[in-house]
């Protein structure tokens, strides 16, 4: 025996042991039951999972997101960092969510990539994700100051509307107008509303013909403007998030007028929690619970000492969520509260929503792909089996065609799969690649074209044979003679391949991999490995008949 | 046990009948296309939300039609997906941020209380993202085939590479051709099969390529029509076996491997034997045809 093919021996030897070790790892996983799973502890699973085959979305269900952020209307130095802190800010509301293995990844300079395996509620992760999440405390305008905008607005509306044609007709007959037809006329947005206090409601349906008029309008010219900044109004009109009814049939959202300025915002939020009974009449439904910084404990107690009596409200992404009453001097050191008609998850997001601090863009998802658990279960059942039978009709055809050889190739074809599983778990890359279903079906593939790398090698053999050569010549000038062959065919598949790594997505990537790897693997099982076992039997057990 | 060992088919002999089959195939293709306006493309290509949908129990295509329909979406499309209790529904958002599967799976559960869906996949693209998949897809194939023709003119001679990639255009022609004729969409996944077509095409072609450049120096002398000839039998088996092989894995993934990859497989499985017959019946015999009129013109002007 040369040493040469001592090494190469040795080689293939070690490849195949370290791939087989490798492999274990993944087929020892899948191979647990549920039970055995719940008897391991958590870290050992962990260790075990991180190190075994990972499945995509497409294979043990989850949701794949895509989201945009709207850098649009930021400051320049803000958008700069817009995606860092987005990045940092999903991931954490992530992680609070609970998700095991999620990926979230920055794709181009204004998307972020999420993926969540094995998810079960997706709206609800949607929301929690995507939210901007920005909390506002700020002041309620005092009742007489409301009422002076909201006459502001009704002129300003008459005016529009007038020119418009929009008003209902002065009366041509001598009759007046009804109370109700002159107050249209006069206040056309006042008309609709009902009082509650000083409050003033609007019926649900009429909440968007609200909105369109106020579009309508130069808010900046129509509301009282800062003292210093002429034209900057200093009010603003905020729904509340919450339906209100009086029992009488009609469904009401209150319209409220707000200051301009936030006294705060949710980054004076240390922590968050949910508590229930935060609202003394809704005992039983919880709410958040929050914890001040320092600072913001200090500027909070300033101005409920200020303002007692008046109304402060809690804004959330813009809506009014609760506008209690201030009784007194909120001492720092206490905590505020979001209350409303929550559930007890809408109230939990809500808390880790504020825990992880809001989003400093609005996110917008350009991109979603679910899969549920049942049909990625379906697809593996479907892909292995596809597998098995593909396989083993393979395996038959080698057996009959290339008789022993055949069970050489065959020999080669199974250490090809090992070496796959073994690098798709084992390589070094983060995230490491998932296995998808295309990429089942890449390595289905892989199988048949292994398969050539050997058949173009024992045809050559079989020719140099029908030359009279003995087997020692025919296997070496086989294999030479087949090796450019299978590189050069191997190379363009592998330049398909490559391509389809760099420029495509998801589902696509997952199948270029598998192609990728297996034709890799495949030159050293189908080439390398299989020449020495026909070294092996013809140099040192000195075989002279070659079964092929 | 052997088959296919020293044949003497004359494969360049048929290789204008060859060429009308091939441009009968394309033409065909090619009228379908024109005629549905352009290759259907899926939601990855064009925006939209997909949701797959199981019922309980069976359930008539034109039942989910009227219980959308009655929320006003008479206008998404409708397809039965596998098993008959099972469909795939597309439409279009009508506002942004819409949950369109909320709103489908709650009109579907309400019109049919006594047999629920449940959703099986849901996918939902924006129509900016649909654009840039389709530039990047156009660009994957794009730069695979400049990728491919360099290289195998490095290897072999430039001819050889115009022969491939035709060989390979054609089978992506027909290939997209009968994805028009049976209605089939295009997926990010097919469009991954084409690759993978392209690629197995190639693969076939240069094992012959190879076996012409070796001959071309065992057999000095010979024309080059019967050099080309004799590489073609000579590989005959290995070309016959690999594509067997292959075509017997491919069919099992079409056959088992589920509805969610039937498109690709069945892209896959054209391929395969599109991507042998041109092999054998498109690549070599324009590489003959290049040959023969390059003779005959350089005999021509040394008559002159």
């Not at chain 1, 007194?328 to 601090?357: K, N, V, W, Y």
């Not at chain 2, 397809?79 to 958002?93: C, K, M």
Request: charge should be negative; proline fraction near 4%; hydrophobic fraction near 45%.
């Amino acid at each position: 025996m040369t040493s040469s093919m001592r090494w190469r021996t040795l080689l293939v030897i070690l490849v195949v042991a370290l791939a087989a070790w490798k492999a274990s790892y993944t087929f020892r996983f899948f191979s647990i039951s549920n039970d055995e799973k719940e008897q391991m502890s958590e870290e050992a699973l962990a260790s075990l999972e991180s190190q075994s085959l990972r499945l995509g979305l497409d294979l043990q269900g989850g949701m794949h997101l895509v989201l945009e952020v709207d850098k649009e209307g930021l400051p320049r130095d803000e958008a700069r960092d817009a995606m860092d802190r987005a990045l940092e800010v999903i991931s954490n509301r992530i992680d609070q969510f609970g998700v095991s293995e999620p990926s979230i990844q920055q794709e181009g300079s204004d998307r972020i990539i999420v993926q969540l395996p094995g998810l079960k509620d997706e709206q609800r992760a949607k929301r929690l994700i995507g939210r901007t999440a920005l909390l506002e405390f700020v002041a309620v305008v005092p009742p007489e100051e409301s009422d002076v905008v909201f006459r502001a607005i009704d002129q300003a509306l008459v005016g529009v509307m007038e020119e418009a044609g929009e008003l209902p007709p002065e009366s041509e007959s001598d009759l007046p107008l009804s109370e109700t037809e002159q107050l249209e006329r006069e206040r056309p947005l006042s008309a609709r509303a009902v009082y509650y206090g000083n409050l003033p409601l609007f019926r649900v349906e009429d909440m968007e013909w609200v909105d369109e008029q106020l579009a309508r309008l130069d808010l900046s010219e129509v509301l009282p403007s800062r003292e210093d900044e002429p034209g900057v109004p200093r009010v603003r009109l905020r729904w509340g998030s919450e339906d209100r009814d009086f029992g009488e049939g009609e469904v009401y959202r209150p319209l409220y007028v707000l200051e301009a300025d936030p006294i705060m915002t949710g980054s004076a939020v240390v922590d968050a929690d949910v508590r229930p009974g935060l609202d003394p009449d809704r005992p039983n439904t919880p709410g958040v619970s929050l914890q001040l910084t320092r600072q913001g404990g200090r500027v909070f107690a300033e101005h409920t000492g200020d303002h007692v009596g008046e109304y402060l409200a809690m804004v959330l992404d813009g809506k009014v969520q609760n506008a209690p009453v201030i009784q007194s001097r909120i001492p720092a050191g206490s905590r505020a509260s979001i209350t409303g008609d929550f559930t007890d998850e809408e109230a939990r997001d809500l808390a880790i929503m504020l825990r992880a601090g809001k989003l400093p863009a609005p996110m917008k998802v350009v991109e979603e792909r679910t899969v549920g658990p049942s049909l990625g279960r379906d697809s593996i059942t479907l892909g292995i089996r596809a597998m098995l039978i593909g396989g083993l009709l393979v395996l038959v055809f080698m057996l009959v065609y290339y008789k022993a050889a055949g069970v050489v190739a065959v020999g080669a074809l199974a250490a090809n799969l090992l070496l796959i599983v073994a690098l798709m778990a084992g390589l070094p890359v983060n995230p490491r690649p998932a296995l998808t279903l295309p990429g089942l079906a890449g390595i289905i593939l892989t199988i048949g074209m292994a398969v050539d790398a050997n058949v173009l090698i024992f045809e050559r053999i079989r020719e140099e044979l029908r030359n009279q050569k003995t087997i020692r010549a025919a296997i070496r000038d086989g294999y030479e003679r087949a090796f450019m062959t299978i590189m050069d065919a191997n190379v363009t598949t592998l330049i398909a391949a490559a391509v389809l790594l760099r420029f495509g997505t998801g589902p696509v990537k997952g199948f270029a991999v598998t192609l990728s790897l297996g034709i890799l693997a495949s030159m050293f099982t189908a080439i390398v490995a299989t020449r020495v076992v026909f070294d092996l039997v013809t140099i040192k057990w000195n075989v002279r008949h070659l079964s092929i | 046990m052997e088959f296919l060992v020293g044949t003497r088919f004359n494969f360049l002999g048929h290789r204008r009948a060859a060429f009308i089959l091939s441009a009968v195939l394309i033409i065909a293709g090619a009228i379908s296309l024109i005629v549905q306006g352009g290759p259907r493309l899926g939601i990855d290509f064009e925006g939209g939300t997909l949701v797959q949908v199981r019922f309980e129990k069976p359930i008539d295509v034109q039942e989910i039609r009227d219980s959308l329909a009655d929320i006003g979406m008479a206008d998404a499309e409708i397809q039965r997906f596998g098993e008959n209790r099972e469909a795939i529904i597309r439409a279009q958002q009508r506002e942004e941020g819409e949950d369109l599967t909320g709103v489908i799976l709650e009109a579907l559960n309400e019109a049919n209380p006594d047999n629920r869906a449940d959703v099986r996949r849901q996918e939902q693209v924006g129509p900016t993202v649909g654009r840039e998949l389709r530039a990047k897809a156009t660009n994957a194939i794009l730069i695979a085939l400049v990728l491919i023709l360099a290289y195998i003119s490095i290897r072999f001679e430039f001819k050889f590479a115009v022969g491939a990639v035709a060989a390979l255009v054609h089978d992506v022609a027909i290939t997209l051709g009968l994805f028009s004729m049976t209605g089939r969409e295009i997926s990010l996944p097919v469009v991954a099969a084409f690759l993978t077509i392209v690629g197995y095409s190639l693969n076939d072609t240069i094992v012959i390529y190879d076996r012409i450049r070796e001959n071309r120096r065992k057999l000095y002398g010979k024309s080059f029509t019967d050099i080309v000839n004799t590489s073609l039998n000579e590989s005959l088996s290995r070309t016959v076996v690999t594509s067997l092989t292959t075509l017997v894995v491919v069919l099992c993934i079409f056959l088992f491997g589920g509805e969610v990859i039937k498109d690709f497989s069945f892209a896959l499985l054209v391929g395969v034997v599109v991507g042998t017959y041109s092999s054998l019946y498109v690549a070599s015999p324009l590489v003959v045809e290049w040959q023969v009129h390059g003779e005959a013109r350089k005999r021509r002007r040394h008559r002159k």
